[in-house]
């Protein structure tokens, strides 16, 4: 009785009352993703051909303008020069141009390009120099350097103006020198 060790069974631990029990299912392995996959790399697909469709194209060419279309160019004879004079340099080999030009044209002017012909004691061209033309204006007496391109030359004005000529040709009978306007830059034709 009280002597027995063992400890009465349990009636659930005998097989006969045993009852079946709910076993939790076996976790799935997962699947393959191939479905998944191929529906992302059809839908970059498709995001990418429409953002190539969208985007912009590069612009068409626009033919050049015909002889016809263009404005009136700019002549020699717009420009006239007036109180020119000459100065050099101290080492002899440059020289400076120095005088007032006038605008006749009906345009304002950006800039001009100037060739100086320098004549020897024969009247013979012993050398050409073209350089452009540089706008001036007197500030305090001083002239300083102000730029056509910047304060362009308006019509029917008068500025003073510099070209600088370096090196001046050897053989030269230091007189004025002939000035020619090759080009001229107005506003409407740059």
Do not use: C
């Not at 015909?66 to 004879?77: R, W």
């Not at 101290?90 to 605008?103: I, S, W």
């Amino acid at each position: 009785m009280a002597t027995n060790p063992r400890i009465p069974s349990d009636s659930r631990d005998t097989g006969e009352n045993r009852r079946p029990e709910l076993v939790p299912p076996a976790p799935k392995r997962p699947g393959s993703g191939l479905p998944g996959v191929l529906f992302a790399i059809l839908v970059a697909a498709a995001l990418i051909a429409v953002i190539v469709y969208y985007m912009p194209r590069a612009p068409k060419k626009t033919p050049p303008p015909s002889a016809a279309q263009l404005p009136a160019q700019p002549g020699s004879n717009q420009l006239q020069f007036s109180n020119v004079h000459l100065g050099m340099a101290p080492t002899g080999g440059a020289m400076t141009l120095e005088g007032l030009v006038m605008n006749t044209s009906g345009r304002p002017v950006l800039g001009a390009t100037v060739q100086a012909s320098f004549l020897d004691s024969g009247g013979k061209v012993v050398g050409n120099v073209v350089q452009p033309l540089e706008g001036m204006v007197n500030k305090e007496g001083v002239l300083q350097s102000d730029s056509f391109g910047t304060d362009p030359l308006q019509p029917n004005a008068t500025r003073p103006f510099r070209m600088t000529v370096s090196p001046v040709p050897a053989g030269w009978n230091h007189s004025l020198p002939n000035l020619t306007v090759l080009t001229v830059s107005a506003e409407g034709n740059r």
